[in-house]
């Protein structure tokens, strides 16, 4: 049952792009700073998507947010997250 929820809080979720590549950085261990470095955006940018990630996930940190998508990587269309950014 405790899957099955979590598969409809993802389903729900509809991450943007950007979201999506900031979780794959997430994935990867980055810190907010390497993300923004990255990313070429503000840390306080990175801040603001992680709070949005973790309130359209039900996640009470980054690391239980990437372990939700890892086990169920399905967005509201359908597709597969793809947390394998090579850069």
């Known amino acids: 049952e ?3 929820k979590t598969r409809e809080q993802i389903e729900k ?6 979201q999506k ?6 994935q990867k261990g980055k810190t907010n700073w390497e993300i ?3 990313m070429e955006m503000t840390v306080s940018n990175v801040k603001y998507h992680t709070k949005t ?5 039900n ?14 990587p ?8 793809d947390l ?3 850069r």
């Open 36 to 38: 923004a470095q990255i």
């Open 2 to 4: 405790e899957e099955s």
């Open 21 to 26: 590549d900031i979780l794959s950085w997430m």
């Open 53 to 57: 990630i973790l309130n359209k996930l």
């Open 13 to 18: 979720a509809a991450l943007s792009a950007r």
């Open 84 to 86: 394998n950014i090579d």
């Open 74 to 81: 399905l967005l509201d269309d359908g597709n597969k997250i």
């Open 59 to 72: 996640a009470n940190n980054r690391t239980q947010a990437v372990s939700k998508v890892m086990r169920s």
